[in-house]
């Protein structure tokens, strides 16, 4: 019996996901990735409980690779220090049956590509089109060889040029008017045990402890596209070196870091929802399909939910009669259909688009919150968020913490 074959393109955290998720439905898989190795610095990603379940839905226990060790409390502060709101982990827990936590992404992305076959994962490997003209898609890539497959699952970032290739009337990405730095360091003495976001007058400053006790600091202000300092710890500094501890002594530490290993990137969403998450039998997932401010940390944790709905819904990878007609045309079967993965495709479209779109407007409007520079919108800002119960916070996290559900398959 002839197994399906998939092609993911890119080794982010959702291809990696996806890759993993249709690797145990007995699917062949190979992931296409243009960078020539895997990432070995970079930023840490947080993992809230929707995340987190559907990684165990798929058997990933990514504790195992990463480490456990989980802040005993998360809120929001202001540039002298106050509290405007706080939240212990453990009310988390209790409420959602696990806490968030935070680890490092090459730690994550690790931890995936270790559960795939060593021949799935192909470094250096540039996807230059995939052609679904005649029937099953064709992955042309820069080297060669061709791969067909019977599905490819698009997962090349919020500049995605397989989105290009088939929305090519979607607005793409813009700008939301904030660049980041990111960076990892060690800071163990300094005895932090909460994750924060300080918020000032359009600056923000994240301080995040990793599962390996490292930190992630991440900053953010509002700038023209394209701002850049010669040396970004020295930026850094200038703007936050003033704000309450620990920050000062955490940049103390950023200064150790060389400057390439503080990380700046504009930040970007996707301008509209795309109008269908497939196309034939290509399926988009990430910032390929929805890509977010990173205001609610929701961005990898979509991404994931994406990677492990769309293999739940897709058939088996050794049964099945694989077809052998084609498929294109504008999201629907587009041939026979006789493997059951256009139908799939067309079920994954419907569980995830509208829970997706949904996130990525609301991270845009809690990134505006923060964003504020006028001093009494800052003021009226603060006043409310401290104004606010926290078990009104709390719940107002449900959705998202309790969002992830495995849907029905689709039957016929």
């Known amino acids: 019996m002839t197994r399906r074959r998939a092609v993911v393109v890119g080794a982010g955290i959702g291809g990696l996901t996806a890759a993993v998720a249709l690797h145990r439905r007995g699917w062949h898989v190979t992931v296409c990735e243009s960078a020539p190795e895997p990432p070995v610095t970079g930023a840490g990603i947080g993992l809230a409980p929707n995340a987190l379940r559907a990684l165990h839905a798929i058997g990933v226990d990514v504790t195992r690779a990463t480490g456990s060790a989980v802040p005993a409390a998360m809120g929001v502060r202001r540039s002298a220090g106050q509290w405007l709101t706080r939240t212990g982990t453990a009310d988390l827990a209790a409420r959602y049956g696990m806490p968030p936590i935070a680890v490092p992404r090459p730690a994550l992305t690790g931890a995936l590509s270790a559960a795939l076959p060593t021949e799935a994962l192909r470094h250096g490997t540039t996807v230059t089109a995939v052609d679904a003209a005649r029937g099953r898609p064709v992955v042309r890539t820069e080297a060669g060889p061709d791969l067909p497959a019977d599905l490819v699952v698009a997962a090349d970032g919020i500049h995605s040029p397989l989105r290009r290739a088939y929305f090519p009337d979607h607005p793409g990405p ?9 960076a990892l360091v060690d800071a163990p003495e300094l005895g932090i045990q909460a994750m924060s976001e300080t918020w000032g007058q359009g600056e923000r400053f994240g301080v995040t402890p990793l599962s390996d006790g490292r930190f992630y600091l991440y900053a953010t202000a509002v700038v023209p596209a394209g701002t850049r300092s010669a040396d970004p710890r020295a930026e850094l500094r200038r703007r936050f070196g003033s704000w309450h501890d620990p920050i000062p002594a955490l940049l103390d530490r950023v200064e150790r870091l060389a400057p390439a290993d503080v990380l700046q990137h504009d930040l970007h969403e996707l301008a509209a929802p795309l109008p269908c998450l497939h196309h034939g039998r290509i399926a988009w997932l990430g910032d390929a399909a929805h890509a977010m401010a990173p205001n609610l940390g929701q961005g990898g944790c979509q991404a994931i939910e ?11 990878g050794d049964s099945g009669d694989r077809g052998d007609g084609g498929d294109g045309g504008d999201g629907g079967d587009g041939g026979d259909g006789a493997d059951g993965v256009p139908a799939a495709l067309a079920a994954y479209t419907a569980a995830r688009r509208d829970r997706t779109d949904a996130v990525r407007v609301r991270a845009r409007r809690v990134g505006r919150l923060g964003a504020l520079r006028h001093p009494l919108a800052v ?24 969002g992830f559900r495995l849907p029905d398959r689709p039957t016929g």
């Not at 994406?306 to 088996?316: R, S």
């Not at 078990?391 to 913490?401: I, K, P, Q, S």
């Open 379 to 402: 003021a009226a800002r603060d006043l409310v968020v401290r104004a606010t119960p926290t078990r009104l916070a709390v719940r107002g996290m449900d959705d998202l913490f309790n």
């Open 174 to 182: 813009r700008y939301i008017g904030e660049t980041a730095w990111r």
């Open 306 to 316: 994406d990677a492990v709905i769309l293999a739940h819904l897709l058939p088996a």
